[in-house]
């Protein structure tokens, strides 16, 4: 059964930091590239980041420049995003979701998401 797990999610301060993980089982990552979204209450879902290493190309939103890291762990089939010195904007449910490439249009799995609050 092809599944995309997240897990990490949870309640932190701003100034904070939580990493994400991403576990694919079912499929192997090799041959898809992961791209972490996010979508707040009211906002339309938008890309965080995108890891491809068959291109050796890692792509970010511009306002998590700096303090958001993709890595992969291929052993574990797991993709990370570890988010630091995270702001109140930065709340959301954030997904993973894989694809062909970080320019294909369409995924093709879905994770079920974990919800980002930041607060104090």
């Known amino acids: 059964q092809v599944q995309l797990v997240e897990s990490g999610g949870g309640l932190v301060q701003p100034g904070g930091s939580l990493r994400l993980s991403c576990a694919a089982s079912?499929?192997?990552?090799?041959?898809?590239?992961i791209t972490w979204l996010r979508q707040a209450p009211g906002k339309e879902r938008e890309g965080v980041s995108c890891f491809s290493s068959s291109a050796g190309s890692i792509y970010y939103l511009d306002s998590v420049k700096g303090r958001f890291t993709i890595s992969r762990d291929n052993a574990k089939n797991t993709v990370y995003l570890q988010m630091n010195s995270l702001k109140p904007e930065d709340t959301a449910v954030y997904y993973c979701?894989?694809?062909?490439?970080?320019?294909?249009?369409?995924?093709?799995?879905w994770g079920q998401g974990t919800q980002v609050t930041v607060s104090s």
């Open positions: 979701a894989a694809r062909r490439s970080c320019v294909a249009r369409g995924y093709d799995y």
């Open positions: 079912g499929f192997t990552l090799d041959y898809y590239t």
